[in-house]
């Protein structure tokens, strides 16, 4: 028997095409007066223009489905095609869009005579995976199918399989993939399976009477299907895929529908979380950073269908009756907006290790005959002997800790280089031969959480660590400019515990002062001028205090930066004045203004007189330019000789 051909250990997550969302509208038989909407082919439509009557507006979709469209037509023309990508781990969505009355409930429900979407799915379901089991090499997997049940009310996930007021959560889990804890999960073997829990769950749904509607959907109902696909043998891949099948409340116009109290509570819930819907879509097409999928539940329910990983259908209901015009319009737009979202599907395929066989327990008196690599072995008594044993027969070994857990359970074999994924196997297998014959190989087992958290943790400390190093260079910066630029010499009333005899200007220039000199020395060349202060107090003690020292730029060096900073106040342009400290784009313009109307700076405080200049500010703007204006300093000339 040929066998089945094995998915290769290089690809265990592929990833398909993108794939538009595919957008049919299914258009309800007319009930009274003349449509407003009608059909050209079967993938576009015209509907009036609410400017001019005498003028139509055309749409195109993927699929157009007229008022004669037969169930049969809609499910295999747009939803059949979709489930063959459940068996290849990929997930699937079919959601039906449109206002009260249009036809959505019966789209996806149907009656006895004519089956909907939803009973159509799960037959085609159960039956590929019967195929799929008897065809050649189908006896390699195992498959499972379950179902659950829900309804959004009130922005409440509700279970409808086991009723209750339990408001459900929605969690995501590590790989990007939507979960509701709590939610009751039933294993489908047949379509009987699927009647039996889905007939009286339909019932639980929360429906009342409007003036649009005897049955009016109060909720938004949403079908859960989980297709598994297991390996029995190595490496026992698993392939999970969803099926969502999702029965969209419609949205309301109060006016028409009359609602009041519970009703009207209800209708703005489900309007609230249609617009949400809408704005999910608008992002998606603009692409947005954030699309704001948690804003509802719904969309937060509906996040692998919209710019996810599925297979997206829509089908858009439409009414064609005059007085639903608006309501088809908005449909219309909503849809054509929809066919431009772009969804990425791949194949969600795991590697796992086999369940650990279990042993029954030993008698304590019975041999050791048998006994795989890892059983523990109860101590011996000192007169008994083991069961066969000879006279020269060894005590039994010490207890052996319990077996790890194999290396593919633990690390993201995703994740990892192919080749790298089939050695780790083997790696594996070689253990489990070795272990027959006493010996066993270490393997890691340290949790990969914990891993994750550790390096997470040290990746955190070191960028803390080099932003305090920046601040800190930053700081010290800053505090040498300041004293730079101080128009008065700072005087320290109090000694400092170790006098210090060199002092570095960072990043300027290094100056090394000797103590008993007052004065930079001759021939030395620097741009600020670190000397003695003259200026301490005599009295008793006084020399026995420290030193104090006084941080000075140089003179010459100081004109020539006021020199070069009213040159350029004067001559300077837009740009290059923006280029200073403390000028942005107004103060520039200001500038530039108060040059042409009074002619130039005599000096560099003149800047008071523009408006909107105070005489802090100009101190603050010298104290930030003086020593980015001095430009190429040349060095000091040697002094005279003696």
């Not at 019966?106 to 085609?124: K, N, Y």
């Not at 609230?272 to 608008?282: G, I, M, P, Q, R």
């Not at 670190?530 to 004109?559: F, K, M, S, T, V």
């Amino acid at each position: 028997m040929p066998s089945q051909q094995r998915p290769s250990l290089a690809e265990p997550r592929r990833t398909s095409p993108p794939a538009h969302v595919r957008v049919c509208v299914r258009l309800r038989p007319c009930s009274q007066g003349d449509p407003c909407i009608r059909g050209l082919d079967s993938r576009s439509l015209e509907i009036i223009s609410w400017r001019n009557k005498m003028e139509t507006m055309q749409y195109h979709f993927d699929t157009f489905y007229g008022d004669q469209a037969t169930q049969h037509d809609i499910y295999t023309g747009s939803v059949q095609p979709v489930l063959c990508h459940l068996l290849e781990g990929q997930n699937a969505s079919v959601l039906a869009y449109g206002p009260t009355g249009a036809g959505k409930t019966h789209t996806m429900l149907g009656s006895p005579e004519q089956p909907g979407v939803i009973p159509r799915a799960l037959r085609d379901v159960l039956q590929m995976t019967r195929e799929a089991s008897c065809s050649p090499g189908g006896e390699e997997w195992d498959y499972s199918i379950s179902m659950s049940y829900l309804e959004i009310y009130q922005e409440k996930v509700l279970d409808l399989l086991e009723p209750s007021q339990q408001d459900l959560p929605i969690r995501e889990d590590r790989d990007r993939n939507i979960l509701i804890p709590g939610l009751t999960e039933r294993e489908l073997r047949g379509f009987g399976d699927f009647e039996r829990h889905f007939l009286p769950a339909s019932r639980n749904r929360t429906v009342a009477s409007t003036q649009l509607n005897d049955r009016s959907s109060r909720s938004h109902a949403v079908l859960l299907v989980r297709v598994a696909r297991s390996q029995r043998a190595p490496p026992h891949r698993r392939r999970v895929a969803k099926l969502c099948l999702i029965d969209l409340a419609g949205s309301e116009d109060n006016r028409r529908t009359g609602n009041r109290g519970l009703r009207l509570k209800e209708s703005g819930a489900i309007n609230a979380s249609l617009h949400v819907l809408s704005k999910v879509v608008d992002a998606l097409n603009q692409g947005l950073s954030r699309v704001p999928y948690r804003d509802s539940k719904l969309t937060r329910l509906l996040q692998d269908s919209l710019g996810g990983s599925a297979h997206s259908v829509i089908i858009a209901n439409v009414a064609p009756e005059q007085h639903f015009y608006f309501d088809t319009l908005s449909t219309l737009n909503f849809a054509a907006k929809s066919k431009q979202v772009v969804n990425r599907p791949f194949t969600q395929e795991t590697l796992q290790a086999p369940a650990a066989r279990k042993r029954p327990p030993e008698d304590p008196g019975a041999g050791s005959e048998g006994a795989g690599p890892g059983a523990k072995r109860p101590p011996e008594d000192p007169g008994a002997g083991s069961e066969g044993a000879g006279p020269g027969a060894k005590s039994p070994p010490e207890e052996e800790p319990p077996e790890a857990e194999p290396l593919s359970s633990l690390l993201p074999l995703e994740q990892l280089d192919p080749r790298l994924v089939q050695r780790l196997l083997g790696l594996e297998q070689l253990e489990k031969q070795q272990g027959g014959a006493g010996r066993r190989l270490p393997l890691l087992s340290t949790p990969r959480r914990e891993r994750v958290a550790l390096l997470r943790q040290l990746e955190e400390t070191r960028r803390e660590l080099q932003k305090l190093k920046e601040r800190q260079k930053e700081l010290e910066a800053m505090a040498l400019l300041d004293k730079a630029c101080q128009p008065k010499p700072l005087h320290h009333s109090k000694a400092p515990a170790r006098a210090r005899k060199q002092a570095v200007v960072l990043p300027l220039q290094q100056v090394q002062t000797p103590v008993g000199q007052q004065a930079m020395p001759s021939g030395a060349e620097g741009i600020l001028v670190i000397q003695r202060n003259q200026c301490q107090a005599a009295g008793a003690g006084a020399e026995n205090r420290a030193p104090a020292w006084e941080l000075l730029l140089r003179p010459d060096l100081l004109a020539r930066s006021r020199e070069n900073l009213l040159a350029l106040l004067n001559q300077g342009s837009a740009k290059e004045l923006r280029a200073l400290h403390r000028i942005g784009e107004k103060k520039a313009q200001l500038i530039l203004a108060w040059r042409q109307l009074h002619g130039p700076f005599s000096q560099v405080e003149d800047l008071q007189q523009v408006e909107g200049m105070t005489a802090k500010q100009v101190a603050s703007f010298l104290k930030a330019n003086l020593l980015s204006a001095l430009g190429c300093v040349p060095p000091l000339p040697p002094p005279p000789a003696q």
